[in-house]
């Protein structure tokens, strides 16, 4: 359960008492080898998929999913959120070296980072995908329709994950929009779909780190409802992503790599 109900007032043209649905928010504590790894504000639900995705996304770990074990458990006394992740010192990546050790936070995945450190790589390289213009509006449906979490408080992100001819593989529902995207990745990796994975749609804007986090996973269009940033834009350029956003009602507009949704450039 990501939501809670709390007694409010509501003011408007009367003062009237209400019962209104948050977004639950708490820490989540991530050990990795018994030793204090990192600290991230999150919802509650699906956090063995949260870690794993992490773990994925920031290339620290890649090998197969059973290569990597995590237990979640709460911890009642200090009224934290556990997770304890175990994995092999040779299966650790090489985003482990340059990790942050140290408490983030729901809204910026890059807080916290000792060293800037841009994505380098070949460019994702794929077959054209369908130009049909009602394509991408028929995913954000689909995505909203599995938004309970926002259904009910208003307050959460969401990031689906879908197949090359649409097909629905995941959904991460979380308070911070880097933490829905590693949720949706964990869950696929989870549930070993994470090939067929083509299409990544986030609920809100686009940072540098979400295409970072779309390129880890080999989804190479990505789709926002709210505005990219400048170094979302140059990013995907590099890495080979089409990168879409402004994503609302029948409308949406291409940044970069029009050619994988058979547009002209």
């Not at 986030?202 to 269009?221: C, D, H, L, M, Q």
Request: hydrophobic letters at 35%; glycine letters at 8%.
């Amino acid at each position: 359960m990501n939501t809670a109900t709390y007694n409010a007032l509501r003011v408007a043209q009367k003062t009237e008492e209400t019962e209104d649905v948050l977004s639950i928010e708490i820490p989540l504590e991530i050990r990795l080898n018994g030793e204090e790894f990192s600290t991230t504000m999150c919802s509650p639900e699906d956090a063995e998929a949260l870690v794993r995705g992490f773990f994925y996304t920031e290339d620290l770990w890649r090998g197969a999913v059973d290569g990597l074990t995590i237990r979640t458990y709460w911890d009642d006394e200090r009224n934290v959120l556990c997770a304890d992740a175990n994995l092999e010192p040779q299966l650790l990546g090489d985003g482990y070296r340059g990790s942050r050790k140290l408490l983030s936070v729901t809204s910026c995945g890059i807080c916290g980072s000792p060293n800037w450190n841009p994505r380098k790589g070949k460019q994702l390289q794929i077959e054209a995908q369908s130009s049909d213009p009602s394509f991408i509006p028929q995913l954000f449906k689909k995505m909203q329709e599995k938004q309970s979490d926002f259904k009910a408080s208003g307050g959460s992100h969401a990031a689906a994950i879908f197949s090359k001819s649409g097909e629905f593989l995941s959904l991460g529902q979380d308070i911070g929009r880097h933490n829905a995207t590693d949720k949706a990745v964990g869950l696929c990796l989870i549930n070993k779909t994470l090939p067929s994975a083509t299409y990544l749609l986030v609920s809100g804007r686009v940072s540098y780190e979400i295409v970072a986090k779309a390129f880890a996973a080999k989804t190479p269009i990505l789709a926002a409802v709210s505005a990219p940033s400048s170094l979302a834009v140059d990013l995907a350029e590099e890495l080979g992503i089409c990168l879409l956003g402004f994503c609302r009602d029948q409308r949406y507009t291409i940044y970069s790599h029009p050619e994988h949704l058979n547009y002209d450039a």
